[in-house]
């Protein structure tokens, strides 16, 4: 099965986000699952643009709202496989509190975080998962504020969702457990972690 667009994507020479695309191709062909139903809704940020890559359903929602929009879909139609997809900024800031309440309702959507601990599109800003005391451009002086851990924080939550976070530079691992959140029976979140190859040179 090709679920590839016809469009080329336009992520940074480098990017992890290449990786991301190959391994969900990969899962999603694996799993011998229909295209026809499958869909996938996408954040804002770099991570957005791959909305145009994919030929299967997709909506390209707004910042920090891809959770509540793919529940929204499943509610609708049970009978689909759906994935939210965004970065740390859209899902863990603008919509945490539309994440918290998806895990808490146990809602089958698998969520996909590609974690890069900025935000990026907007030139390397401090974001949610920024490690404290890093200097960015949005702190110059240090990141006074104790980073999100996603694990933890859905865990706590609702301790039945399925939470992994590994290195998304890892194309075969970030499948595997792609595919095992996929075929988890409940609400499911993949953090990546990423180093952003254009501005995540601010935080090595």
Do not use: W
Not at 158 to 169: A, D, F, K, R
């Amino acid at each position: 099965m090709d679920i590839k667009s016809h469009i080329i994507p336009t992520f940074c020479p480098g990017c992890n986000n290449f990786l991301l695309y190959t391994a969900i191709q990969q899962a999603l062909t694996e799993l011998k699952l229909p295209k026809e139903k499958i869909v996938m809704v996408f954040d804002i940020g770099c991570i957005g643009n791959m909305a145009d890559f994919f030929s299967t359903f997709g909506i390209h929602s707004l910042h920090g709202r891809c959770v509540p929009t793919a529940v929204g879909v499943k509610l609708a139609r049970p009978d689909l496989t759906v994935l939210a997809v965004g970065g740390d900024g859209g899902i863990y800031g603008e919509g945490l509190g539309h994440l918290i309440a998806a895990a808490r309702a146990n809602y089958n959507v698998t969520t996909i975080v590609a974690n890069n601990f900025l935000y990026s599109l907007t030139t390397g800003q401090t974001s949610p998962t920024t490690p404290k005391n890093s200097q960015t451009k949005s702190t110059p002086l240090g990141n006074p504020n104790v980073p999100v851990d996603p694990t933890t924080l859905l865990k706590a939550a609702n301790p039945e969702v399925l939470v992994n976070s590994l290195n998304g530079q890892n194309l075969s691992e970030v499948t595997k457990t792609l595919q095992s959140s996929i075929k988890h029976p409940g609400f499911s979140l993949l953090d990546l972690r990423q180093v952003c190859v254009t501005f995540g040179k601010q935080l090595l």
